[in-house]
């Protein structure tokens, strides 16, 4: 996912650079994937929400019954908590960057702009 992000941003910045691009194709297809990159942003703040409740509650359960399994259950959601927030760390980023490039091409747009018309 990370080499398929960078080098999609790359490609919609080489074609801003480009004064021969499309720009209101590239409007279209860049709303298209910002729609995909929200959608998968969404799915990973869910499922770090989830591990971070399990982890929660695993230290929980073990803070109450002082069951050595709670606490291991409790470090594994940790070891797996870290590489869900880096990874959400990084499509919150990246959405970000997707609507730099968006006002970007905007502005290049002459006529019609991106917010009188969301074709």
Do not use: W
């Not at 959601?77 to 959405?95: A, D, K, R, S």
């Amino acid at each position: 996912m990370g080499k398929y992000f960078g080098d999609y941003i790359k490609s919609m910045l080489a074609a801003l650079e480009n004064e021969n691009s499309d720009f209101p194709e590239l409007k279209k297809e860049i709303l298209v994937k910002i729609q995909f990159m929200q959608h998968e942003r969404l799915i990973h703040f869910l499922v770090t929400m989830m591990f971070a409740l399990l982890m929660i509650m695993c230290f929980t359960a073990f803070l109450v019954s002082e069951n050595m399994g709670m606490l291991a259950a409790a470090a594994l959601m940790l070891i797996l908590l870290v590489p869900y927030i880096g990874h959400y760390y990084f499509l919150e980023n990246g959405v970000q960057k997707l609507y730099y490039i968006y006002d970007k091409i905007c502005e290049k747009i002459v006529t019609g702009g991106c917010y009188e018309n969301n074709t």
